[in-house]
């Protein structure tokens, strides 16, 4: 009996830890986000964001980003700009309604993390690097993160016009479990 | 000659923003639209008060530089400015939490007319053409 323990324990673990799986917290997006934008030229918000967040600090490989924004909700502070950034000229809103970034990996970096992905705007699907932090919070935690996106490889307006190419771009979304 | 004017430029200023603010207030009853935290009732009332002092200087200077042809060029760039000034509005960037600015002009442009109607409306009560 005692020759079959130790192989009969190796085998419990072995199929044991085949169900062992590390998995990312799911997070809910909270009241309170912002997504800015700016340029010398033009600033502004958009309002509408959701998806799906599953982030883990100690194993962010095996976190996942699913997001969406909706072009219709941008925001310039002027109802004219409004009206161009959502028109054909621009986002073209009535034909591409979202914009959305689905992450590929997600690794730890000296500042905080980076997440590659797919962001896909204005019909263009590019590869895209955004660094990010985040924070716990009493009520859960805050992603921010600050980058910068090429509106001219998206085809988002003519490039090289009045507003510049190199589009600031700045998130910040508390999340709640 | 000139208080008459600057009496006439207050008061028509000080209607025009009572009218701007009635305005205002029926314009949010019906669009629910809330622009008050940057058009609050006393910027309206200040600004409208501000045209009616401008006005009232430029109708002294003009009546006295161009004689009986002074108020002909007065109404006419009164009038015209007013038109100008449309495009304040327009060109207005508002903050950002602001949800709907696209009925932010619809608001305001009205307003920038209330100072010349009102003083041409109440004109002839304070100056009487010679």
């Known amino acids: ?177 | 000659m000139f208080n008459r004017s600057l009496l006439l430029g207050i008061i028509s200023g000080v209607l025009a923003g009572i009218a701007g603010i009635i305005y205002a207030r029926i314009y949010y009853k019906i669009n629910e639209a809330d622009f008050s935290v940057v058009v609050s009732s006393i910027r309206i009332l200040s600004a409208s008060l501000f045209g009616g002092v401008l006005a009232a200087m430029g109708y002294t200077l003009l009546s006295r530089w161009l004689k009986t042809r002074g108020e002909i060029v007065f109404n006419f760039l009164f009038t015209l400015m007013s038109f100008a000034s449309m495009l304040l509005p327009i060109a207005y960037k508002l903050p950002l939490n602001l949800e709907t600015p696209d009925l932010f002009p619809g608001m305001v442009i009205p307003m920038h007319f209330f100072p010349a109607l009102s003083w041409y409306t109440l004109k002839p009560l304070f100056i009487r053409n010679r």
Do not use: C
């Open chain 1, 1 to 177: 009996m005692r020759r079959l323990s130790t192989p009969l324990l190796a085998i419990v673990l072995l199929a044991g830890s085949a169900f062992t799986f590390i998995s990312a917290d799911n997070w809910q997006i909270a009241e309170g986000y912002s997504i800015t934008f700016s340029s010398d030229e033009a600033s502004g918000i958009f309002k509408g964001f959701k998806g799906a967040i599953a982030f883990d600090e100690q194993h962010p490989a095996t976190a996942k980003f699913d997001v969406t924004i909706d072009v219709a909700s941008i925001n310039t502070g002027n109802g004219l700009q409004n009206k161009h950034a959502k028109s054909d000229e621009w986002f073209d809103a009535a034909k591409y309604p979202q914009i959305h970034f689905a992450s590929q990996k997600i690794v730890k970096t000296p500042f905080g993390y980076q997440v590659t992905g797919d962001l896909e705007m204005h019909g263009v699907k590019k590869p895209l690097s955004i660094p990010f932090t985040f924070k716990r919070t009493a009520n859960g935690g805050l992603f921010a993160g600050v980058f910068t996106v090429n509106r001219a490889d998206f085809r988002v307006g003519k490039p090289g016009g009045e507003v510049s190419d190199q589009i600031k771009l700045e998130v910040s979304v508390p999340v709640t479990k």
